[in-house]
């Protein structure tokens, strides 16, 4: 692949404006690859919803949209994060890794 690869940075911020969740994102340039997320939430203490949140704001990425597969990880444990991600995917397989839970899936075809 002569391309390099393009990463993103991806927030969610919390009522006081500060970071509540947080994702890199890597994909490969040109259509038909695969996505790497590695999401994370900030602190223990989040509120509801902001992991989810992040998956959204991570899939609904065009360079996301136009890929076929994702790899993510996210922290053990993250059950808010990997039901997102089970919800917005097919095909997925889990494993623990450590203190990290291992993503892989097939993304659906982007209907928009």
Do not use: Q
């Not at 790497?36 to 899939?59: C, F, I, N, Q, T």
């Not at 993250?78 to 993503?103: C, F, H, P, Y």
Request: proline share 6%.
């Amino acid at each position: 692949m002569t391309d390099p690869e393009n990463s993103r940075h991806v927030e969610i911020k919390d009522d006081n404006d500060r970071t509540a969740a947080v994702a890199e994102v890597t994909t490969a340039s040109g259509p038909d690859g695969t996505v790497r997320a590695s999401m994370y939430a900030k602190s223990e203490h989040v509120r509801p919803g902001d992991r989810a949140a992040l998956v959204d704001e991570v899939m609904d990425l065009p360079e996301v949209k136009a890929s076929d597969r994702v790899e993510a990880t996210v922290p053990y444990g993250d059950i808010e994060s990997v039901e997102r991600l089970r919800e917005r995917t097919a095909d997925v397989a889990l494993r623990a890794a450590g203190g990290t839970t291992l993503l892989d899936a097939n993304l659906p075809p982007d209907d928009g």
